[in-house]
């Protein structure tokens, strides 16, 4: 049993991947966090979900473009994805999961089709679930930058964006433009999404932003205690997931998740 303990909570140290994917954690995990509790506020979740199963249409415009490393592909098409499905949703008539479904579907198969040329899609199929194991120190720093912008959005956003979401109409008889704050944030939102999407995956990503405001909403009393109540969530799981995938051999992503979910099932029994 010692030596098992050692194995999984000491020994990992000496390996520079895993030093890599703990720094990512932390720094991932209070972002989707952060984030998580806007989305979940104002009813956005299947739109951070419909940002994830696109990125697979900006790997394949990256791909297209000769592109080693298509992040930037990513961040341009998400943010104009965002763009475009804010603009429908306003100016259309059909419902917002409507039209998120219809953009869903249509990004994440043309996204299939694009990199199925030529039998090509098997390798890229590990975008599906992630790698936090393969991130680079390279990597560390627009994870890192992308932070300390949420954290800036925040502090001079929030409370506009808060009353945004509660009413649309009082916000706009305060003076705030209504449909610049919504649009910023789903624009963020699909940064924060294409940035992570590499190492936590399409399938996955909606998880990791939902399930810790989720989980902190339950046990919450006030929105300060939300915010921090989903932070400590989402890097608990995270830190504690990342330990239990490398002593048990499991895929770092999906385990991650599934500590979030005993986490969301342990605050559903204190409410």
């Not at 895993?18 to 956005?44: E, S």
């Not at 419909?50 to 990513?74: C, D, N, R, V």
């Amino acid at each position: 049993m010692a030596s098992f303990l050692d194995n999984a909570f000491v020994s990992w140290a000496q390996f520079g991947f895993m030093r890599m994917a703990l720094l990512a954690a932390i720094l991932l995990a209070p972002l989707l966090g952060l984030l998580g509790t806007m989305a979940v506020d104002g009813k956005m979740a299947f739109f951070a979900d419909s940002l994830g199963h696109t990125a697979l249409t900006g790997i394949a415009i990256g791909a297209l473009l000769g592109l080693s490393a298509p992040l930037w592909a990513m961040l341009i098409f998400g943010v104009l994805y965002a763009l475009l499905l804010s603009l429908v949703k306003a100016r259309g008539k059909a419902s917002t999961d409507t039209t998120i479904s219809v953009f869903s579907s249509v990004g994440m198969a043309l996204g299939i089709v694009l990199l199925s040329r030529k039998g090509g899609f098997p390798r890229y199929s590990s975008v599906l679930i992630g790698d936090l194991l393969a991130i680079e120190m390279a990597d560390i720093i627009p994870i890192a930058a992308t932070l300390a912008l949420t954290v800036l959005y925040w502090a001079f956003l929030y409370n506009k964006l808060l009353l945004t979401q509660i009413s649309g109409e009082i916000a706009a008889s305060r003076g705030i433009r209504v449909r610049a704050v919504e649009t910023s944030f789903a624009c963020l939102l699909a940064i924060v999404v294409m940035l992570s999407i590499r190492w936590v995956g399409v399938l996955l990503i909606s998880a990791m932003l939902i399930l810790p405001s989720a989980s902190a909403r339950n046990a919450a009393r006030n929105v300060r205690g939300y915010h921090l109540y989903s932070i400590l969530i989402a890097l608990f799981s995270a830190v504690s997931g990342l330990f239990l995938s490398y002593a048990f051999d499991l895929a770092p992503g999906a385990t991650i998740v599934l500590v979030l979910a005993a986490c969301y099932a342990w605050t559903l029994r204190r409410r």
